[in-house]
């Protein structure tokens, strides 16, 4: 039987922040959203002491204070950077990488591996890989089915005792471990469907997947009767039809075949910020940071390697297809060499806010009005385009806008005067 | 509109194929001809591991007798296994350190500039290696 494995990095922004700095190791740790608005990322420690996720950073003020917390604005430079890192070594553990979101990637295997390595070592070892490499800890479950590994990963979180790794081969294994996870864990549950499920007796996985998958999708989705089976070890999700990940929007694919041309990779890098456009319509967000990347095969092949990315804001939070493509597209350029043969691209969206609660921040001298979605349809009719005639008066005149980034650290791997300095 | 490059190490698979490995299949010629003969790549030279590269900044005088310069741009390769008499970048005290290593008789950190003290690592306290400077990047024309 074929496995899939998940692999999620531990506390991703704060392990990258703290990654030059071995001075914050142990100190609680939080990262705030776009403009400081609210806490995007936390460190266990910060997480103990009892700092919420997406709470505006002013709740929190007297709690960080008070416990000496490290603050830091996102630096999604970093962050992207560190992420390609942890893709590329996982690309050099396995021979397909799902990347899935900027620290989460789906690894399908096959039923065995090569030199008669267990399905267990291996995850160790990518553990072991990717820490060395990168300096990032990462957690590893594995399982039949992209739901079960994405649960596998939860306990190989939670339970110390797994050390990181949890691989779901034994059925009884599986059964403890459903039966251990409350319903809102499971993946596509959510907190929305989670409390409907309650009603009906379903608080665990476990109990979740002894339900009739058709019933349950007649009642609910097909997404549910989905899950269901996933859960029994039918695997019937892919990178399609898998739930998206919160905090960015990601679209990549593996090309059949690879590419040679500009024109061909250009065209595909602007299909997927569409494509990712559209998902965060359907999501309702707006983006504000836009990455691409691309790159040639793995690094075992014999083929010559190239491999970059590259981050640049958009002016202001979009989900508009011309926007989000135009910008994927100025970046794709900066990253084309000619020469090589390309194997994968990908468009990465971030720093999202809600189109209803754009998180303006109490401190937020800019644009502090609610959104309005007729007004917003105006604008966007004018600017249709991409020529920008239409602004609000608080965004100035001369459009040297900064957002507010009081707590960022440097830009330690993607500028030359900003590397860590070693004495 | 600032456009954050990202400068993560490229190219470094080694030296190109030479061309008669590559099948080539008859009346078209191959892609990979236009890869034999290239501009050389500094990255081919200075980095094996582009995931696990790392530029450093050198600060202060301890490390001049390695070669290493206030200022100097250090090639840190973290894939490696750090080894006796290797140049290392430490933590110590929450702080990286560039140092050379000696893991006998006891594990110690030793500046390369006699003025220095040698960092004696005491028994029990796990010393962390956050990777091997494998280059020094020096620039000799001021400008």
């Given at each position: 039987m074929?496995?899939?494995a998940?692999?999620?990095?531990?506390?991703?922004?704060?392990?990258c922040?703290?990654?030059?700095?071995?001075?914050?190791?142990?100190?609680?740790?939080?990262?705030?959203?776009?403009?400081?608005?609210?806490?995007?990322?936390?460190?266990?420690?910060?997480k103990?002491?009892?700092?919420?996720?997406?709470?505006?950073?002013?709740?929190?003020?007297?709690?960080?204070?008070?416990?000496?917390?490290?603050?830091?604005?996102?630096n999604?430079?970093?962050?992207?950077?560190?992420?390609?890192?942890?893709?590329?070594?996982?690309?050099?553990?396995?021979?397909?990488?799902?990347?899935?979101?900027?620290?989460?990637?789906?690894?399908?295997?096959?039923?065995?591996?090569?030199?008669?390595?267990?399905?267990?070592?291996?995850?160790?070892?990518?553990?072991?890989?990717?820490?060395?490499?990168?300096?990032?800890?990462?957690?590893?479950?594995?399982?039949?089915?992209?739901?079960?590994?994405?649960?596998?990963?939860?306990?190989?979180?939670?339970?110390?005792?797994?050390?990181?790794?949890?691989?779901?081969?034994d059925?009884s294994?599986?059964?403890?471990?459903l039966?251990l996870?409350p319903?809102?864990?499971?993946?596509?549950?959510?907190?929305?469907?989670?409390?409907?499920?309650?009603?009906?007796?379903?608080k665990?996985?476990?109990?979740?997947?002894?339900?009739?998958?058709?019933?349950?999708g007649?009642?609910?989705?097909?997404?549910?009767?989905?899950?269901?089976r996933e859960?029994?070890?039918?695997a019937?999700?892919d990178?399609?039809?898998?739930?998206s990940?919160?905090?960015?929007v990601?679209?990549?694919?593996s090309?059949?075949?690879?590419?040679?041309?500009?024109?061909a990779l250009?065209e595909?890098?602007?299909?997927?910020?569409?494509?990712?456009?559209?998902?965060?319509?359907?999501q309702q967000?707006?983006?504000?940071?836009?990455?691409?990347?691309?790159?040639?095969?793995?690094?075992?092949?014999?083929?010559?390697?190239?491999?970059?990315?590259?981050t640049?804001?958009?002016?202001?939070?979009?989900?508009?297809?011309?926007?989000?493509?135009?910008?994927?597209?100025?970046?794709?350029?900066?990253?084309?060499?000619?020469?090589?043969?390309?194997?994968?691209?990908?468009?990465?969206?971030?720093?999202?806010?809600?189109?209803?609660?754009c998180?303006?921040?109490?401190?937020?001298?800019?644009?502090?009005?609610?959104?309005?979605?007729?007004?917003?349809?105006?604008?966007?009719?004018l600017?249709?385009?991409?020529?920008?005639?239409?602004?609000?008066?608080?965004?100035?005149?001369?459009?040297?806008?900064?957002?507010?980034?009081?707590?960022?650290s440097?830009?330690?791997?993607?500028?030359?005067?900003?590397?860590?300095?070693v004495? | 509109?600032?456009?954050?490059?990202?400068?993560?190490?490229q190219?470094?698979?080694?030296?190109?194929?030479?061309?008669?490995?590559e099948?080539?299949?008859?009346?078209?010629?191959?892609?990979?001809?236009?890869?034999?003969?290239?501009?050389?790549?500094?990255?081919?030279l200075?980095?094996q591991h582009?995931?696990?590269?790392f530029?450093?900044?050198?600060?202060?005088?301890?490390?001049?007798?390695?070669?290493?310069?206030p200022d100097?741009?250090?090639?840190?390769?973290?894939?490696?296994?750090?080894?006796?008499?290797?140049?290392?970048?430490?933590?110590?005290?929450?702080?990286?350190?560039?140092?050379?290593?000696?893991?006998?008789?006891?594990?110690?950190?030793?500046a390369?500039?006699?003025?220095?003290?040698?960092?004696?690592?005491?028994?029990?306290?796990?010393?962390?290696?956050?990777?091997?400077?494998?280059?020094?990047?020096?620039?000799?024309?001021?400008?």
């Open positions: 074929s496995r899939i998940l692999v999620d990095c531990n506390n991703f922004y704060a392990s922040e703290r990654l030059f700095r071995p001075d914050l190791r142990g100190r609680p740790l939080v990262v705030l959203s776009n403009n400081d608005g609210c806490v995007v990322a936390r460190s266990p420690e910060a103990a002491l009892g700092v919420g996720m997406a709470v505006p950073a002013w709740q929190v003020r007297e709690l960080l204070r008070r416990h000496d917390m490290a603050v830091f604005s996102s999604y430079s970093l962050y992207a950077d560190i992420s390609e890192r942890v893709m590329i070594t996982l690309e050099s553990l396995a021979p397909r990488v799902e990347i899935y979101s900027i620290d989460e990637a789906f690894l399908p295997l096959p039923e065995f591996l090569p030199g008669g390595e267990s399905h267990e070592q291996l995850a160790r070892r990518i553990c072991e890989r990717v820490k060395q490499w990168t300096g990032i800890q990462v957690s590893v479950g594995m399982a039949g089915t992209r739901t079960l590994a994405k649960l596998a990963t939860v306990a190989a979180k939670r339970y110390v005792a797994t050390q990181g790794v949890v691989v779901l081969e059925p294994r599986t059964q403890r471990l039966q996870m319903v809102e864990e499971v993946w596509g549950v959510g907190r929305r469907l989670a409390p409907q499920l309650q009603r009906l007796g379903i665990t996985a476990w109990e979740l997947s002894r339900r009739s998958p058709r019933a349950m007649r009642r609910f989705s097909v997404n549910l009767e989905r899950t269901i859960l029994n070890g039918e019937c999700l990178m399609e039809t898998a739930p990940p919160r905090q960015q990601l679209c990549s694919r090309f059949s075949h690879r590419v040679t041309d500009y024109a250009r595909a890098v602007c299909h997927y910020a569409v494509r990712a456009a559209e998902k965060l319509r359907e967000q707006l983006a504000r940071r836009v990455t691409v990347f691309i790159r040639t095969g793995a690094y075992q092949s014999d083929e010559r390697h190239y491999a970059n990315s590259a640049a804001p958009i002016e202001r939070p979009s989900s508009d297809s011309r926007a989000l493509s135009h910008q994927a597209a100025r970046l794709f350029d900066s990253l084309w060499r000619d020469g090589f043969r390309y194997a994968k691209a990908g468009v990465v969206l971030t720093d999202l806010s809600s189109v209803h609660c998180q303006h921040g109490l401190f937020d001298a800019l644009s502090s009005q609610p959104h309005q979605p007729g007004l917003m349809r105006a604008l966007d009719d600017n249709r385009g991409g020529r920008h005639q239409v602004w609000f008066g608080s965004e100035g005149i001369v459009r040297d806008w900064r957002m507010r980034r009081e707590h960022l440097p830009a330690y791997t993607t500028r030359w005067d900003e590397i860590p300095r004495g | 509109m600032a456009v954050e490059l990202f400068l993560p190490p190219n470094s698979k080694g030296p190109a194929l030479p061309l008669f490995l099948p080539v299949p008859a009346g078209f010629p191959s892609p990979a001809q236009d890869y034999v003969e290239k501009t050389l790549d500094l990255n081919e200075c980095i582009p995931a696990a590269t530029f450093v900044r050198a600060q202060g005088e301890s490390m001049t007798e390695a070669g290493i310069y100097d741009v250090l090639v840190v390769d973290r894939s490696l296994t750090a080894r006796h008499g290797d140049i290392v970048i430490a933590v110590w005290h929450g702080e990286l350190t560039v140092k050379k290593l000696e893991t006998r008789p006891q594990p110690r950190l030793v390369m500039n006699k003025t220095f003290p040698v960092i004696e690592v005491p028994e029990g306290v796990e010393l962390e290696i956050f990777g091997v400077v494998t280059t020094v990047v020096h620039r000799v024309r001021q400008p």
